[in-house]
């Protein structure tokens, strides 16, 4: 099986990301996020290990390329905790780099700093996912990813050395996190050109741990998501003139702090300024040195 594939998210019609390849260095994912999507459909998902022969495969696979998109991950984290120790990712992204193709890595870890050399040999951006900019609640919500303080730090760094950054508001949970004006308002300081955002969608296993660790709010959320809500794919989704009303809510405050902003998974396109994954903020040639 192939380590670069084509982004096809459960073929679900609503997704309107470009056409890219998907790269997973790793298989599951130790920041044990209560939302976490990808743990429905991968076994011991939080024993987050490395891909079998990782590095060999990459570098067959990878003089194939011609210049394509590669998100780096989406069905995991690319810096997991043991990544600070294995350096799996640095290698691989070493072998990118001498490649043709362009790069975009989807983390919540600041261990991405550490590879702001090779991001700036090939064409690339950083998408950071901050949930929230309340630390106690991205504890209960991310308990082993990096606080939003540091997020938000790396966020700053990143762009400070010339790599185009957007961030993931993502999901956006109802009396939790719906309006976030401070953290795009500090996002937008930071120089940040983008805010991807979308809505908590319900499957069983995340549902399961939103109640141990919320249980107040769960109860409160029941009733949108198992009698207004709605079933999209595989997924309980809120009901749409909610997930709307929540969608616009951000669009408005991307608009008013000078943001570009798209929706993901939401079937709400019209609401987008831009390409909804952010991949748009690479340049065509390499990054500042
Ligand atoms: S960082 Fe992403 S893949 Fe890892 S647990 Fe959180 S949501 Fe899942």
């Known amino acids: 099986m192939s380590l670069l594939t084509w982004f096809d998210p459960w073929r679900s019609p609503i997704c309107t990301c470009p056409p890219k390849l998907t790269f997973n260095p790793y298989t599951g994912c130790d920041h044990k996020c209560v939302y976490c999507y990808a743990s429905s459909y991968i076994p011991q998902f939080y024993e987050c290990h490395p891909k079998k022969d990782l590095l060999q495969r990459l570098k067959r696979e990878a003089v194939r390329l011609k210049g394509e998109l590669i998100s780096i991950s989406n069905s995991s984290d690319p810096y997991p905790t043991m990544e600070a120790e294995t350096g799996l990712t640095?290698?691989?992204?070493?072998?990118?780099?001498?490649?043709n193709c362009r790069i975009q890595i989807i983390t919540k870890s600041n261990i991405v700093l550490r590879d702001i050399d090779l991001l700036k040999q090939v064409?690339?951006?950083?998408?950071?996912?901050?949930?929230?900019?309340?630390?106690?609640?991205?504890?209960?919500?991310?308990?082993?990813?990096?606080?939003?303080?540091?997020?938000?730090?790396?966020a700053e760094k990143l762009v400070a050395e010339g790599i185009p950054v957007a961030v993931r508001i993502?999901?956006?949970?109802?009396?939790?996190?719906?309006n976030p004006e401070a953290l795009v308002k500090a996002i937008a300081q930071i120089g940040v050109g983008h805010i991807t955002a979308s809505t908590y969608k319900v499957k069983a296993d995340n549902w399961?741990?939103?109640?141990?660790?919320?249980?107040?709010?769960?109860?409160?959320?029941k009733p949108l998501y198992f009698e207004k809500g709605e079933k999209i794919g595989r997924y309980t989704y809120l009901p749409k003139s909610l997930?709307?009303?929540?969608?616009?809510?951000?669009?408005?405050?991307?608009?008013?702090?000078?943001l570009k902003f798209a929706t993901c998974r939401e079937g709400?396109?019209?609401?987008?300024?831009?390409?909804?994954?952010?991949?748009?903020?690479?340049k065509p040639t390499r990054n500042r040195p």
């Open 170 to 178: 993502d999901p956006i949970i109802p009396y939790v996190n719906e």
């Open 123 to 154: 064409p690339s951006m950083v998408a950071l996912t901050i949930t929230t900019d309340d630390e106690e609640t991205a504890k209960t919500l991310e308990p082993h990813a990096p606080p939003p303080s540091e997020r938000l730090k790396t």
């Open 208 to 221: 399961q741990r939103l109640n141990l660790a919320m249980p107040k709010t769960a109860e409160k959320l």
């Open 268 to 282: 709400l396109k019209g609401l987008n300024t831009a390409t909804c994954d952010g991949s748009w903020l690479i």
């Open 90 to 99: 640095r290698r691989c992204l070493e072998i990118l780099a001498k490649c």
């Open 243 to 258: 997930r709307l009303k929540l969608m616009e809510n951000l669009a408005k405050l991307a608009k008013r702090y000078g």
